[in-house]
């Protein structure tokens, strides 16, 4: 792998924690939010149909929830009779019905009831508020004038409701459907409301709304710990997504359908320039749900002076994009990140280079740190993201100097003509790897991560948080040809670059590398053709039409690629593609299994892999994908000849041991955010179930927490049914770990793995990243049972793999990791008397406190390279803080990683000593 195992677990999250972000603000009712609460909901007859009791249950146990937003009532058509469907059928669809009630038991008119997606409660770790954004349709079907509902569950299993209603705080509803589901009752608790005035609003500011979120106090504690509290990343990236009401002439507001138990943050803001993203003007102040005649006080905002000049000899500039706003924390792996969220300045001109900035908001930062962008044609860009200034007032941050940059001039042309296009878009980037940019152009093999997520087909994609997202990753390097079909691009990086060329009704196109140097200007051509098609026609193991495939397409340009479904005849059309060699891969996606919302590990997989077509321009070719044929694979596993209850079964692709390590560790850390292939876990009697598994060659690997070590077999699957028995026999190593003076070691970790080069470092490297994560979130991270060693140094793992070489490692405070080889077993004995020597190590402890961007600390052995010199280090901190322990006595370099961190922030050098902790201090 040539990422780390660490960083690989993060990249995955961020992907599930971006798309659960996009796709739960994804919502034709922006910026408003509607806070979740606990209301009594129970099962009962319809009233006036007859129908049954559904045996479902009610949530009431007074869950901390993200507020989502009920759409305003006038908004809502009632409901007449049956719900039309939005989604396609796949044969299994049952129905829940039932009634939405007040306190007294009065229909609710207009209250919508959405389905939530499965429950992730699975995951070892927490998610801050990430179940509440799992609703698959928030904003949900709206109740007649009774209060009827008629939704659409997904399957059969257990299912959870949310009803809401702009009056009343919201509810959860949970049950278990083998059949449609008649006769709920949801009732909604009455709603508190919080009123006042917006006092000291100046008169050129025409349009107030006052917003709301429900007080974080009550989940403080959760959020300092959880992977990522996605609250807090609303509040960072959009903070003006919450429960929203307009301020009248007078200066009055009241929130209405509040959560009585709960607090709120209140304040009020100016929504003149931003409808969706309004500027923060007054402070927010807590208030609990029912607080009359409260008052918010309008402040002016901090205004900023800046003069932008040149830097050879400090002539003013007056033509700039500028981009200005606060740096704000996002809680994540139990740290504040901070995350500079700029918006741009309406204006480009600055008459004498003069910034006046006077539409930010009011910060709430003890310390409010200002972040800036400015840019200019030739220039290179000012970027600060760490500039204190004080709370109100005036700040002069004095003369910002821009230097000379490289000049890149584009000419697009067409292909086949040579004369100029008009209108392109051209994109200049950096090019950090060249084996690396263009996957299918090879390089190294590296765990695959995707991020799938579907969605109703009624729902807008022109969401402002989206796009505000979007934005912080822009590209900004970006120019649109004129008719002489040119364009000039400041490159703001020196090195290899390459643009790229975009034009609807054209095959994007890009030039080869180059490299950005000095001050000049350097002239690049690109010639864009109409491009080739093709088309796919997928089937399935029979050569029958495949509906509803995703195909996935590479191109030959960098980043060219896309998915797409196809159509009931199994057909899809790829069209204006780059001339060149494209991959088709078809993507196999159990629909009935697959959430809205997944990260899917498609393994180590060779970036080759595909069918490989060439594109020539102005022709189309047919290719046919085909899916495998399937099976079912079932039996049991049993221990001793005793079922083995809980055993965890996965099938892989035979030999690829990486990518089986890989799988398990980040499996064990992410539980159902993650697609693991073909996988079941054994019932009381051992039995397992396997099923739409591709018809194949496999290793069928078996996890317990009774099994030191997983056990894998080669197995072949073919259509239909298979029958796999597997029978496990308890194969025992025992000995112990000693120091360098012989002396037992007690309370060493045990470890034990296949004795494999590559795939020992890989495990060493996995086994890190779950000691640092288990660390972090309290050792809830899954995986087998951890052997100790008794008092005396002995040791005992039971179910190691036999007829393989083995390695067994220790891990001790203040001791180098050690391991000893084990040559194969014969299944079901025992070998005794293996002894692990350790040496004796020291460790660092780290501090960062005071240090902004500084997420982890990475160790480098800076002392004599001998044959087998020490393998990097790292740790994540937290609390500004980290501990590294079982560090070979010498020198290493200790380094602050992070985003944004000062240049003063230099590298350290140390002197680790035998049984002894040094200390570095990075704090500001």
């Given at each position: ?14 992907a ?5 972000f ?16 606990d ?31 009920p ?46 997606d ?28 009774e ?12 299912f ?17 459907a083998?059949a ?27 349009s ?42 007078a ?26 993203l ?31 000049t ?34 741009p ?5 600055f ?17 409010p ?36 940059a490289?000049?890149?001039i584009?000419?697009?042309l ?6 100029p ?47 505000l997202?979007?934005d ?9 040809t ?31 590398q ?43 340009i960098?980043e ?57 321009d ?14 079912k ?29 890989a ?32 018809a ?45 003076s012989?002396?037992p ?13 590559r ?25 087998p ?5 008794a ?53 660092v ?24 010199p ?13 501990t590294?322990?079982?560090?070979l ?8 990683s ?27």
């Open positions: 792998m040539k990422s780390n195992a660490l960083l690989l677990v993060v990249v995955l999250v961020l599930g924690a971006a798309a659960l996009w796709y739960g603000n994804r919502d034709d009712r922006t910026g408003i939010d509607y806070p979740l609460s209301a009594t909901a129970h099962p009962a007859d319809g009233p006036e149909r007859g129908e049954p009791a559904s045996t479902a249950t009610a949530d009431d146990a007074g869950l901390d929830r993200t507020e989502v937003a759409p305003p009532t006038e908004a809502l058509p009632a409901a007449q009779g049956e719900t039309p469907d939005s989604k396609p059928k796949t044969g299994r669809e049952l129905r829940a019905r039932g009634r939405v009630v007040d306190a007294r038991g009065n229909g609710l008119a207009n209250a919508r009831v959405a389905v939530a499965r429950q992730i409660e699975a995951l070892p770790f927490a998610v801050g508020g990430i179940d509440d954004l799992m609703a698959i349709d928030r904003a949900g079907e709206p109740t007649d004038a209060g009827y509902f008629d939704v659409e569950l997904e399957e059969p299993g257990k959870r409701l949310i009803a809401s209603h702009a009056e009343h705080p919201s509810s959860n509803y949970r049950g278990e083998t449609d589901i008649e006769g709920i009752v949801i009732e909604l608790r009455d709603g508190a409301t919080i009123s006042g005035r917006v006092l000291g609003k100046p008169d050129s500011v025409t107030v709304v006052v917003l709301a979120k429900k007080s974080q106090r009550g989940i403080a504690n959760a959020a300092a710990t959880s992977l990522i509290d996605l609250g807090s990343m609303v509040d960072a990236i959009a903070p003006g997504v919450g429960l929203r009401t307009d301020v009248d002439e200066g009055a507001f009241e929130l209405r359908g509040l959560d009585p138990r709960e607090h709120y943050s209140v304040w009020a803001a100016n929504a003149d320039d931003s409808v969706s309004p500027v923060k003007s007054t402070l927010a102040v807590e208030f609990a749900a029912g607080t009359q005649g409260i008052e918010l006080h309008w402040r002016e905002p901090l205004r900023v002076r800046l003069q932008v040149t830097a050879e000899n400090a002539t003013p500039i007056e033509h700039l994009d500028v981009r200005a706003g606060f740096v704000k924390e996002m809680k994540m792996l139990g740290m504040a990140i901070p995350m500079p969220i700029t918006r300045l309406p204006q480009h001109e008459p004498g280079g003069v910034l006046k900035i006077d539409g930010l908001e009011i910060p709430e930062d003890e310390r740190v200002l972040a800036i962008e400015i840019r200019a044609a030739g220039r290179e860009p000012w970027i600060r993201h760490d500039l204190e200034v004080p709370r109100s007032g005036h700040a002069d941050l004095g003369t910002a100097q821009l230097a000379r490289p000049i890149v584009a000419t697009v067409d292909g086949r003509t040579g004369s296009i008009d209108g392109a878009t051209v994109a200049l980037h950096e090019v950090e790897d060249e084996a690396d940019e263009d996957s299918n152009q090879g390089g190294n093999r590296s765990i695959s991560l995707s991020t799938s997520m579907s969605t109703p087909e009624d729902r807008s994609v022109d969401d402002p948080t989206t796009a997202v979007e912080l990753n822009a590209n900004r390097m970006t120019g649109t004129d008719e002489s079909g040119q364009c000039r691009l400041t490159a703001e990086f020196r090195g290899p670059a390459r643009v790229r060329v975009e034009l609807d009704g054209w095959a994007p196109a890009a030039s080869e180059f490299e950005t140097t000095g001050i000049g200007e350097t002239p690049i051509e690109v010639r864009l053709f109409r491009g080739g098609t093709v088309r796919v026609t997928t089937v399935d193991g029979h050569g029958k039409p495949a509906p509803n495939a995703i195909v996935k397409r590479a191109g030959p960098p060219d690629s896309d998915d797409e479904r196809s159509d009931e005849h199994g057909r899809i059309t790829f069209e204006g593609l780059a001339v060149g060699e494209h991959t088709f891969k078809l993507i196999d996606v159990d629909a009935d299994s697959s959430g809205p919302i997944k990260v899917a590990l498609t393994g180590i997989m060779d970036p080759n892999a595909g069918e490989k077509v060439q594109v020539a102005g022709a189309t070719t047919d290719l046919q994908l085909a899916f495998p044929l399937y099976g694979v079932t039996g049991h596993v049993t221990l001793d000849g005793q079922p083995l209850d809980q055993a965890k079964v996965q099938l892989f692709t035979p030999g690829d041991n990486e990518e089986e390590a799988a398990q560790f980040i499996g064990s850390m992410l539980g159902g955010l993650v697609e693991l292939g073909a996988q079941d876990e054994s019932d009381v009697d051992g039995y397992f179930e396997l099923n739409r598994v591709a194949g060659p496999y290793r069928l690997v078996v996890q317990h927490k009774l099994l030191a070590m997983p056990s894998a077999q080669e197995f072949e699957v073919i259509e239909g049914d298979n029958r796999a028995e597997i029978a496990l026999v308890s194969t025992t190593l025992r000995g112990r770990v000693v120091d360098s012989g002396n070691v007690p309370r060493a970790t045990i470890g034990v793995m296949a004795n494999e080069g795939l020992s470092d890989l495990t060493d490297q996995l086994g890190d990243a779950q000691e640092m994560l288990g660390a972090l979130f309290g050792g809830k991270t899954g995986g049972a951890s052997v100790r060693t008092a005396d140094g002995t040791f005992e793992l039971r179910g190691v793999r036999p007829d393989t070489p083995l390695l067994v490692s220790a891990k001790a405070r203040l001791h180098v990791q050690g391991s000893a080889p084990v040559a194969p077993l014969t299944a079901g004995s025992t070998r005794e008397n293996i002894e692990v020597v350790l040496q004796p190590a020291g460790r402890r780290v501090s960062a406190v005071g240090v902004r961007g500084a997420l982890s600390v990475e160790l480098e052995w800076a002392g004599p390279q001998g044959p087998n020490p393998r990097e280090r790292e740790g994540l901190l937290k609390r500004s803080r980290a590294i322990d079982g560090l006595p010498g020198t290493w370099r200790v380094t602050l992070g985003m944004g961190i000062a240049d003063d922030i230099q590298p350290r050098t140390i002197e680790i000593q035998a049984g002894k902790t040094a200390r570095v201090d990075f704090g500001r």
